[in-house]
T-cell receptor
């Protein structure tokens, strides 16, 4: 599982509240990603990081921000949660050193009421 | 920008039937190709990948895929499916040297015992 953990695993929050999801990896991978998964849409990239303090937007970045102050942690923040952000969020890393593939975390199920 | 199409959104099979899931991509340069599987309630895991060489790639659990460059396709096959293959399957493509893969919308496979 490439040592990826996500927290929390489940969260219910109210519209308008800020929410931060955390992704933690233990294997020093340079590239990290946040995806959301919704029925009929597959996986959509929200933001990604290619190093500490280096991040960029994906295809569905509106309403989300990220930060990466340490190699091992990649935070996703919903500044003011909306019901359209109810989803399952997956963090991933890219093993660019050996297997050249992505590894995914266990996911966070977020419900915005 | 590259795009990935998975033509079969839902597939229902009986055990022992053969499986073929389509994946087409649009990108004219060198690509790396992946198939991931997501079992119910779990995260994505790599089934197989293609970088170069033999266009017929064998993966885990009896799956294989064939890269046909002229057709921009990377179809997934399994000669005889099992109930335990019930899952969602995602095709992903990234341009050679890139670390930002594009995912298809996924195919939901249900195998009846």
């Amino acid at each position: 599982d490439a040592g990826i953990t996500q927290s929390p695993r489940h969260k219910v929050t109210e519209t308008g509240t800020p929410v931060t999801l955390r992704c933690h990896q233990t294997e020093n991978h340079r590239y990290m990603y946040w995806y959301r998964q919704d029925p009929g849409h597959g996986l959509r990239l929200i933001h990604y990081s290619y190093g500490v303090k280096d991040t960029d937007k994906g295809e569905v970045s509106d309403g989300y921000s990220v930060s990466r102050s340490k190699t091992e942690d990649f935070l996703l923040t919903l500044e003011s949660a909306t019901s359209s952000q109810t989803s399952v969020y997956f963090c991933a890393v890219w093993d660019a050193g050996t297997s050249y593939e992505q590894y995914f975390g266990p996911g966070t199920r977020l419900t915005v009421t | 920008a590259q795009s990935v199409s998975q033509h079969n959104h839902h597939v229902i099979l009986s055990e022992a039937a053969s499986l073929e899931l389509g994946c087409n991509y649009s990108y004219g340069g060198t690509v790396n190709l992946f198939w991931y599987v997501q079992y119910p309630g779990q995260h994505l895991q790599l089934l197989l990948k293609y970088f170069s060489g033999d266009p017929l790639v064998k993966g885990i659990k009896g799956f294989e895929a064939e890269f046909i460059k002229s057709k921009f396709s990377f179809n997934l096959r399994k000669p005889s499916v099992q109930w335990s293959d019930t899952a969602e399957y995602f095709c992903a493509v990234n341009a050679g040297g890139s670390y930002i893969p594009t995912f298809g919308r996924g195919t939901s496979l249900i195998v009846h015992p």
